[in-house]
């Protein structure tokens, strides 16, 4: 029960820094954000991954085949440093969660070449070409993070 409190609790963590990083991001000058993300990419942060899908079939069966699904072909990849899928907290109903998804899929790798990596496995290729058909709606969101040490 512990590792699950700490892996949603850091699945929690690495969803604020993204929603913080875009909205400081959005707020700055558009050179002072070019600057930013430069230095991100070059300053050895890590670039947090999360995707969230809305599904034709919703049902929890579909919404299980997709999280093993994320299991099976997402996990492992070199360079990454967090892994997590899960479904929608339907428990979590207050008026500012986002509840226009069905399942979450939370990686954050150890730098920007290891997501780049990931993006051209033939395991997330086959992951999209074997589930896609089930997609309504795919929101991704990238963000550098900084580890606390």
Sequence with gaps: ???????????????AAGVLTGWYLGTGD???AHALQAQAQGSG??????VYFSLKDNSPQAKARLV????KYLSGHEGTVFFAAGVLAEDLNRP???????????IVFKDKAAHDRYQEHPRHKQFIEENQANWKK???FDSYVTPKP
Excluded: K, P, Y
Aim: glycine residues 8%.
């Design 68 to 71: 093993e699904a994320c299991r």
């Design 138 to 140: 795919v929101r991704v």
């Design 45 to 50: 942060q890590w670039l947090a991954h999360n």
């Design 30 to 32: 558009q050179q002072d």
């Design 96 to 106: 500012v969660n986002d509840r226009d998804f069905d399942v979450g899929l939370h």
């Design 1 to 15: 029960m512990q590792r699950i409190r700490i892996s949603m609790l850091g699945t929690g963590l690495v969803f």
